[in-house]
C-alpha cells in the first residue's frame, strides 16, 4: 500500500521510525544543487538529459533496503515521479511505502514560481545542498 503525507507527517515518522529511510528519486543535479533533506538516499528515478527510466532503480533501492518491511518515504521534486516510484516499488514487493505529496519543491504557483506553496522546504523543514 502507498500512503501519502505531506512533508511534516514524513519530517515526524523519519524522527519517530529511525529504520524508515528517505529516497530522493529527483535527477543528480536537483538532489546536488537544489538540495534535500539531511540523510535522504539519492536513487534516481530518471536522469537528464534524456528522462529515461533509471532500469537500475529497484535493484538500487534493494541494496539500500533489503528488508521490504521497512518503511521506505519516496521524494521528487513535486510528488508525481515520486508516486511512479512507489508503484514500481509496490509491485516489488515493498509493503510500506510512503508518496511525500508535493516533493521538495511543491507545485507551482500563479507565476510558475515553486517553493511559494507547499513542499518540504516550503514546509521549514531540515534541508542542506551538496
Known amino acids: 500500500m502507498i500512503e501519502n503525507l505531506d512533508p511534516k507527517q514524513c519530517w515526524e515518522l523519519l524522527q519517530s521510525n529511525t529504520s524508515a529511510v528517505l529516497i530522493d528519486v529527483r535527477t543528480k543535479m536537483e538532489h546536488a ?7 535522504a538516499v539519492h536513487v534516481a528515478w530518471k536522469e537528464a538529459p ?12 534493494k541494496q539500500v533496503v533489503p528488508d521490504t518491511s521497512v518503511p521506505v518515504l519516496l521524494l521528487c521534486r513535486s510528488g508525481q515521479r515520486s508516486l511512479e516510484a512507489a508503484q514500481v516499488l ?26 511559494s506553496l507547499a513542499g518540504w522546504r516550503f ?3 531540515p534541508w542542506e545542498q551538496s
Open 33 to 39: 544543487f537544489v538540495g534535500h533533506p539531511p540523510g
Open 50 to 61: 534524456d528522462w529515461q527510466l533509471n532500469s537500475n532503480f529497484v535493484d538500487t533501492v
Open 90 to 115: 509496490e509491485q516489488a514487493g515493498y509493503r510500506q511505502l510512503v508518496n511525500i505529496v508535493d516533493g521538495f519543491e511543491g507545485p507551482l504557483d500563479a507565476n510558475k514560481h515553486r517553493n
Open 123 to 125: 514546509s521549514g523543514l
